[in-house]
């Protein structure tokens, strides 16, 4: 019993439920960290930069972005893209541009040569859009 009221109490139920929680939390805790090591990510990075080795941390750094992008797009199978499917992109894109052009008053903007991407190229082309779009709501 504590003589002014605080400090824990003596019943043992809320004891064991603070011992629950407090391993729940370990556990959940080592799993993150084991998630993002997978990925290849120091999760010390992310508390404290020093131990990323990082003098001024960004938002979002795009090197780590863009590992974890590949990574996960690899994971899901990413494709190189063939002749066939370049030329079944263009004819879709064909397609669309004639009801476009009827409707609408935008430019035709395309560029032959990357006309189709894989998933990873996707990345690479699309991330500086990305970072630009996202990094002030990470900040």
């Known amino acids: 019993m504590t003589s002014f009221g605080f400090g824990p109490s003596d019943n043992s139920d809320d004891a064991e439920k603070s011992a629950e929680l ?3 939390l370990e ?17 010390a990075g992310f508390v404290n930069p020093l131990l ?7 938002p979002l750094p795009k090197t780590i972005v ?9 994971a899901h199978g990413s494709q190189p893209v063939g002749a066939n499917d370049v030329a079944e992109i ?7 541009q004639l009801w476009l052009d009827d ?4 430019a035709l903007h395309s560029s032959e040569s990357r006309i ?3 998933r990873t190229d996707w990345v690479d082309t699309s991330l500086a859009g990305w970072q630009e779009t996202v ?5």
């Open 27 to 43: 556990a959940m805790q080592a799993q993150m960290k084991d998630q993002f090591e997978k990925l290849g990510i120091n999760p």
């Open 103 to 106: 409707k609408t008053d935008f």
């Open 116 to 118: 189709a991407l894989s």
């Open 52 to 58: 990323a080795n990082a003098a001024k941390p960004e």
């Open 66 to 74: 863009r590992d974890t992008a590949k990574k996960f797009t690899q």
């Open 135 to 139: 990094e002030p709501l990470a900040a």
């Open 22 to 24: 407090a391993a729940a």
């Open 90 to 96: 263009k004819t879709a894109l064909d397609l669309a």
